[in-house]
């Protein structure tokens, strides 16, 4: 069993930067795939970007240039650097794993970007 716990959000003026970070307890292995997605309201889960145990990264297109994720060198954390933010961004971040076809998800962190 996997669980992750997110932290790092919070309000930010437009063109701030946040950095959301993502701790899981339990056993991540080799092949999985870590990532975070985003929902506004009203809106569907979305992908925001995605790393492999190789270190692919995969971005939506609305992040790439501003958005940076990493993961930790033991592979068990995963972080995403937000830079020039934008209203738009605004909302709950979730972490997820996938490893052995499951799906892990953590309990979210709301991301508000506004003046």
């Known amino acids: 069993q996997v669980q992750l716990v997110e932290s790092g959000g919070g309000l930010v003026q437009p063109g701030g930067s946040l950095r959301l970070s993502c701790e899981s307890s339990g056993s991540i292995f080799g092949g999985s795939v870590m990532g975070w997605y985003r929902q506004a309201p009203g809106k569907e889960r979305g992908l925001v970007a995605s790393?492999?145990?190789?270190?692919?990264?995969n971005y939506a297109d609305s992040v790439k240039g501003r958005f940076t994720i990493s993961r930790s060198y033991r592979k068990t954390s995963v972080y995403l650097q937000m830079n020039s933010l934008k209203p738009e961004d605004s909302a709950v971040y979730y972490c997820n794993v996938v490893q052995g076809g499951r799906d892990y998800w953590g309990q979210g962190t709301q991301v508000t970007v506004s003046s």
């Open positions: 790393i492999t145990w190789a270190g692919n990264t």
